[in-house]
C-alpha cells in the first residue's frame, strides 16, 4: 500500500519549512505485530513539536531525525491491526505520521479508541483532547489556581491558551489573556468572556498589564521577554506554570529572564509541565472536561486547512499568529 507522507529533509530554519520538509511517497511495510494501520482523517497541529524539528538534545524528548517522517497527533480509522483491542473501522487518537496513512505500534503511539458518540470529531483534538488535558491540569494542578484569584495565560487566542482562560474562568478565578491584535484580544473578552485581555504588540504591554492589578497565576505557553513584564506584576506566592516556549521554538534563542530575582522577592513557585506526564489520567480528564463541552461551558473555534499537500501552510500559523483556536488539516 503506497501513502504520501512529510518527510524531514533537513533542520527548518525559522519558519521556513518548506525549505527542510518534503512532501514524499513510499510503500508502507506489512504491519508487525502490535501495529495498525490508520488511514488519517485529520491531523493536529501543535507548536510543541517544532522542538523535535531542532537538534537539541536537552528538550523533553529526543528530536525527530533527519530523513524519518514528520510526527504528530492523528485521527482516522484503523484499517489493519495486528494489536489487541483494535479493530477495523475503529476509530482512534495516535501520534502518528504526518501522512494519508499512519502505521504505528498501537502501545507506543499511545493510541486509543474514540467514543463515535461525540458527534464533533475535531474534539478529540481540541477540548477532548491534549490540549484541553493541558489546560486543565496547568490551570488546577500545576497552577493551583482557586476561586476569586486572577489567573494570567500568554497566547490566549491559541488552542491551549483558550482552554485555559474558560478553565480559569469555570473554577471562579478571573481570568486575563495576552494574544497579538485586537481582533484577538476582541474575541477573547467578547467570545469568550474573559475579564480582560492585554495586546502583546501594543507600545504599553506594562500599562496593560498593571490594569489587571497582579497576577495569582499565570500560564505561560510563551516564555520570552513577556516573561519578564509579567514576573514584576505577580502577587506574593503566586504560580507561574510553564506549559510551553513558543517565542523560542523559531527564534533559535532561549528565555533567561532578566527580572529573575523576582521569584525570591515575591516568593514565587514556578513549575513546568508535559502532558505525558499525565497522560495516565486521560479518561478522568476527559470525562470532567467533556461535562463542560456538553453544557457548552467550554468552546473551541476551529481553524481547518484542507488537504495532505497544505500542511506546512496550517503548520505556519502556530509560529506567525495566523490563527484563533485549534489548527487542523483535514484529508
Not at 484499517?79 to 487518537?93: Q, T
Not at 476569586?148 to 478553565?167: F, N, P, R
Amino acid at each position: 500500500m503506497e501513502t504520501r507522507f512529510w518527510r524531514i529533509d533537513a533542520r527548518p530554519q525559522g519558519t521556513q519549512f518548506a525549505d527542510a520538509i518534503t512532501l514524499a511517497q513510499k510503500t508502507l511495510p506489512e504491519l508487525a505485530d502490535g501495529e495498525i494501520r490508520i488511514r488519517n482523517a485529520m491531523l493536529s497541529m501543535d507548536a510543541g513539536t517544532r522542538m523535535w524539528l531542532t537538534d537539541r538534545e536537552d528538550g523533553y524528548q529526543p528530536p525527530l531525525t533527519v530523513g524519518s517522517p514528520m510526527t504528530g497527533l492523528v485521527l482516522g480509522e484503523v484499517i489493519a491491526s495486528r494489536a489487541p483491542g483494535f479493530s477495523e473501522g475503529d476509530i482512534v487518537r495516535a501520534f502518528g505520521q504526518w501522512a494519508d496513512i499512519s502505521q504505528v505500534d498501537a502501545a507506543m503511539a499511545g493510541a486509543i479508541v474514540l467514543d463515535p458518540t461525540v458527534q464533533d470529531r475535531r474534539a478529540w483534538f481540541g477540548p477532548l483532547g491534549m490540549n484541553g488535558w493541558t489546560a486543565l491540569w496547568g490551570i488546577e494542578e500545576t497552577g493551583a489556581a482557586k476561586a476569586g484569584e486572577t489567573v494570567l495565560v500568554s497566547a490566549a487566542a491559541g488552542a491551549t491558551g483558550l482552554l485555559a482562560v474558560q478553565i480559569a474562568s469555570l473554577l471562579g478565578s478571573q481570568a486575563w489573556g495576552i494574544a497579538g491584535g485586537d481582533d484577538k484580544c476582541r474575541y477573547l473578552v467578547d467570545g469568550i468572556g474573559c475579564a480582560g485581555a492585554i495586546n502583546y504588540k501594543a507600545d504599553n504591554l506594562g500599562e496593560q498589564l498593571d490594569a489587571a492589578g497582579g497576577f495569582d497565576v499565570y500560564f505561560d505557553n510563551v516564555g520570552g521577554p513577556i516573561l519578564d513584564h509579567v514576573l514584576t506584576r505577580m502577587n506574593h506566592y503566586g504560580r507561574i506554570a510553564v506549559c510551553g516556549l513558543v517565542s523560542d521554538y523559531t527564534s533559535g534563542s532561549r528565555t533567561a529572564p532578566r527580572e529573575y530575582d523576582q521569584v525570591l522577592m515575591r516568593r514565587l513557585r514556578v513549575e513546568g509541565f508535559f502532558s505525558p506526564d499525565f497522560m495516565h489520567q486521560g479518561e478522568r480528564l476527559t470525562q470532567r472536561l467533556r461535562g463542560w463541552v456538553e453544557a457548552g461551558d467550554l468552546t473551541m473555534p476551529y481553524d481547518v486547512t484542507q488537504g495532505l499537500e497544505n500542511t506546512l501552510n496550517a503548520y505556519a500559523k502556530l509560529f506567525t499568529g495566523g490563527n484563533i483556536g485549534k489548527v487542523i488539516v483535514e484529508l
